[in-house]
């Protein structure tokens, strides 16, 4: 069975956009020539390839192809580049990748800085939970993968980059107010705390530690950026899990203090990515394993 | 017709927290007592009022009710809180507000700060693009928001904020190498960007400024955190939209500089929310117009 590549690619483009509409702005068609490409791959396979939901959604057959069809371009690309032609005469190559929101703000984009000097491809980067990014992983959304899970997804390689350390802290004036009595099942259900959202259990994870396996309900201030969050908790207005890299420096001025003694949780980051045998997935590994040098390694 | 109270919030948990096991959770009650609840509502109502789909999401007529509850819970806590009772006497609330991401990594966490030192209450913070932020608002996910729509969301109360300048910049080594001869069609045509998310309009706008309404497939950068965005500018990785605060000091400094003589857009900012008669949400919307002073001022 042959495939038509340019049906792949307009699979491929609805998935990475979200929609038909979009695909056809990306493809610099009309949706109604997307939408025919598509059918017709669908036609060809016997099997339906994506849900016409919002975001369009492939189907566990269309996830097989999406990867092909992500593989070939990236493969066209390296022959491309490696045959040393000129600018336009190179499509243009975006690897898709999902990175933690707290690597993104931290070491992460190091590895950005050093894939632009050694590749002529960009990184379409999706920002995600830790615990959330593998899916983006297994569902073909994305080549490659800054993850929480230690096991292979199934047809990538996995690296080890060392731990990202989180550090229960609030400021000194937080702390007299809410623990002075100690931090307590008692004192951390009326302590406000700061969550970035509902897919972060790092809070939890350390209430847990504290009280055992009892309901949680303190006062929550929900903060989806990490930025706001490190400004929240200099401002006092909860305490939480901050990521060491970005209060290093508030910690050692005195602004913000631990919660107390075992206050800090390790939590171990994997790059996972397709097996593609792809001189720009090769650049992008390298990067990212250099550029999580600073991240903490394991004894 | 009489309301089951706590019905009624079951339906809100399930719609705030995005899934009946989320919901139990938050109630510290079973999944199956949370869907009997939201059931009893929907018999009582003779109508389905949320969609059992992952995220849940409430029909239109569930969208009344959430607002109902919400309101309801603000009003509740504003009698109690004036009552003056004591700590856990008063039920804990929590405002769920979309804010544009650029806001709440600027100037939003002021309005946060000054909103804490006035009220009990928490933030439950959602973050999105100005131009998506006012959907939240209709369909009930959030009681205010801060946006880009000047148009009043039905049952709601707007205020003016002024603007958020964004300008047009690279770093000087870029500009040399991608624009020396000019800003013009083919050189965006060729000059990687960076680009937020799928939702980030400004980059293309500034385009069609510059080139018309012409198809634009620039190599893209897709960066959905804005930590990171100024940091891949700074590291010339592309150009990009930014917003004047973040980036205030590296223009001065002459790291980055505009693309152009007319390199600014300025988007004006609104804040909508709910015409509720709550103390919490008068102390939210005083501090937000306090904190959004900086923003530029139309003339």
Redesign the interface.
Known sequence: MKIDHGNLRALAAVVR??SFE?AAS?L?VTPSAVSQRVKALEARMGRLLVQRTVPAVPTPDGQVLVQLAEQTALLEHDALDRLGLE??AVP?A?IAVAVN?DS??TW??EA??LF?ARSRA??????EDQDHTAALLRNGSVMGAVTALADPVQGCRIHPLGSMRYVATCTPEFHARHFAQGVNARSLA?A?VLVFN?KDALQARFARKVMGDV?W?P??????????FV??TL????WTMNPLPLINEALESGRLVPLRARATEDVPLYWQHWRVNSQAMEALTQSVLAAAGNLVRRR
Chains 1, 2 share one sequence.
């Open positions: 956009e979200g979009r990306a610099n600018g336009d243009h975006s929101h993104l703000e992460f984009m950005a800085r632009a960009t990184l379409d980067l999706q920002s009326s406000p509902r309901p309900q006062p929550v201030w929900w903060l989806p950026s990490s930025r706001a400004q929240a401002d006092g207005l909860g």
